[in-house]
């Protein structure tokens, strides 16, 4: 193939070819291309709202002397189209003519809804089929690529610009087409991503493409010196954080999505009325209680030093009682599925305290985690594994008593969102000693004991991950700690039963770990 010179010359616009699904915006700049004497070719739809609108169009059938057939299907996919798109006007001129090939100057498009439809609920797949456009992707990249001579819009927001520079200079410049010309082929590769991992049924494939959408610039990134952005994947049906609707406050931080990220992660471990407090990614108090507000009490008071600054999560709509216990600290955001008239009122005072409502159906079910490393991405699925009363094994003489069980659950809940090595010691349905992020096994259980800010007895031990050595067990033994869940699978298992049962501490193995790195 003969590579030819891109034209750089100012383009004059003599004729247009508009066909768009989303009609916003469409009427008003074929009024202008009409003013200015430019033929405009377009299809069905389009075609009648602008004959409605009294604007002079040619239908493609009229043009190419084809009719539109197939329910549709083939409307633009002729020579006539094609050819008129992609000839370069100094090289295939004479080729053109004999043909009867005119030249399109402009392509006006946008695409199907693919991406509407596929999160529409219980969309069948005929209609998903039914919404994969082809015409159009065929003009916009045709459009796009011949960029020495075609104009390509495929953006309500270029077409005030667009005609600006049109009806000033008589002209659309290089530079011009060559962004409209970068946008367009975004469009059409974030389109085929779309309708790929749509139809991909392989969890992790060979190849592996996102579409990322700008959900917002940040204030910074994980420092003040740091720039930062937020972006959302687009292309499946999500509720998480960057579906949340942010209703007071100032500009979210990197931190801040971070930290609102894992908080709603812990937060919807729970049925039951639950607040969680996340302070640098870690929980810091997490609890379930009578209503919204014994649920936040609870939380806050499992650590009351950490929870400045934190985020706090509340898994039911946060009333007007449960706001005034809020405001008497400082916090950096809430989250809540919604919040009461008279709460927003009083949160409100902290003009820069960020409210935040999301979606009560956010789910982690089937969804993938993505981590950056340097030059490629680390992808796994979400631990969503609970653990059930059977999965718990005995492995100690004494037995643990019934009532700790389901605190048991709940513990193992929460630990899975904090960060290895993770120790947690919870009772009565709340936190009240976390150590998290240590290298070894016993700092995160010196820590969650010197955490503490209540009596130990009656409480449970929760580990992340199996003991390696007998020291953690032997650490415990005169706190008050009645029984310990962990994974087991250490080659010590017996030394560290053989502790337990010294120091009568009943001890279950899920045969589960949950690690966080």
């Known amino acids: 193939m003969k590579v030819s010179t891109i034209n750089k010359k100012p383009v004059s616009i003599n004729r247009a070819l508009i066909s768009v699904f989303d009609k916003t915006g469409i009427v008003e700049i074929a009024k202008k291309l009409d003013s200015l004497n430019i033929e405009i070719i377009s299809t069905g739809g389009t075609a009648s709202s602008l004959r409605k609108a009294n604007i002079n169009v040619i239908s493609v059938s009229e043009f190419t002397g084809f009719p539109e057939v197939m329910d549709g299907r083939i409307k633009t996919i002729n020579p006539l ?100 010309s970068a946008k367009a082929f975004k469009i059409s590769a974030n389109y085929e991503t779309t309708i790929h991992n749509f139809f991909n049924e392989k969890k992790f494939p060979d190849s592996f493409s996102l579409n990322l959408k700008k959900y917002s610039d940040l204030r910074y990134g994980e420092n003040p010196h740091q720039l930062a952005a937020a972006y959302k994947i687009t292309g499946k049906k999500s509720n998480n954080i960057l579906s949340s609707k942010i209703i007071q406050g100032k500009k979210l931080s990197y931190n801040n999505l971070m930290d609102s990220n894992a908080n709603l992660n812990c937060l919807f471990e729970f049925e039951k009325p639950a607040c969680v407090i996340i302070k640098h990614a870690n929980p810091c108090g997490v609890a379930i209680g009578r209503n919204i507000k014994d649920s936040f ?63 009560k159906k956010y789910s982690r079910n089937n969804s993938l985690e993505y981590r950056d490393l340097n030059g490629g991405l680390l992808i796994q699925e979400s631990d969503i594994f609970n653990i059930s009363k059977n ?127």
């Open 81 to 180: 189209v094609e050819g008129g798109i992609l000839g370069l006007r100094d090289k295939h001129k004479v080729e053109a003519s004999k043909v009867n090939i005119k030249w399109i100057d402009l392509v006006i498009c946008n695409l199907y809804p693919f991406e509407k439809i596929i999160n529409e609920d219980n969309v069948s797949l005929s209609k998903v089929y039914e919404n994969i456009d082809i015409g159009g992707p065929t003009m916009i990249r045709s459009a796009a690529k011949n960029v020495g001579w075609v104009s390509v819009l495929t953006d309500v927001k270029d077409y005030n610009d667009y005609i600006l520079e049109l009806s000033k200079k008589k002209s659309i410049s290089y530079e011009t087409r060559k962004k409209l």
């Open 297 to 359: 009490l609870k939380a806050f008071n499992c650590d009351n030093l950490s929870a400045f600054g934190g985020i706090v999560g509340l898994n039911e709509i946060c009333d007007e009682d449960t706001a005034v216990e809020i405001n008497k600290i400082f916090f950096e955001v809430v989250l809540a599925p919604g919040f009461t008239d008279k709460a927003i009122k009083i949160l409100s005072k902290k003009k820069n305290l960020r409210l935040i409502e999301f979606n």
């Open 391 to 517: 999965d718990l094994k005995i492995v100690t003489k004494l037995k643990p008593k019934t009532k700790y069980v389901e605190n048991m659950l709940f513990g193992w809940k929460v630990l899975k969102h904090i960060k290895s090595n993770a120790i947690l010691i919870v009772k009565n349905f709340k936190t009240i000693g976390i150590g998290a992020g240590q290298v070894s096994r016993i700092d995160s259980v010196n820590i969650a004991i010197n955490k503490s800010l209540e009596d130990l007895s009656e409480s449970i031990l929760c580990s992340d991950a199996f003991f390696p050595f007998r020291d953690s067990i032997d650490k415990i033994a005169n706190t008050g700690i009645k029984t310990i869940i962990q994974p087991g699978g250490s080659i010590k298992d017996d030394e560290v039963i053989q502790a337990c049962n010294e120091h009568k501490i009943s001890m279950v193995f899920t045969g589960h770990r949950c690690f966080k790195h």
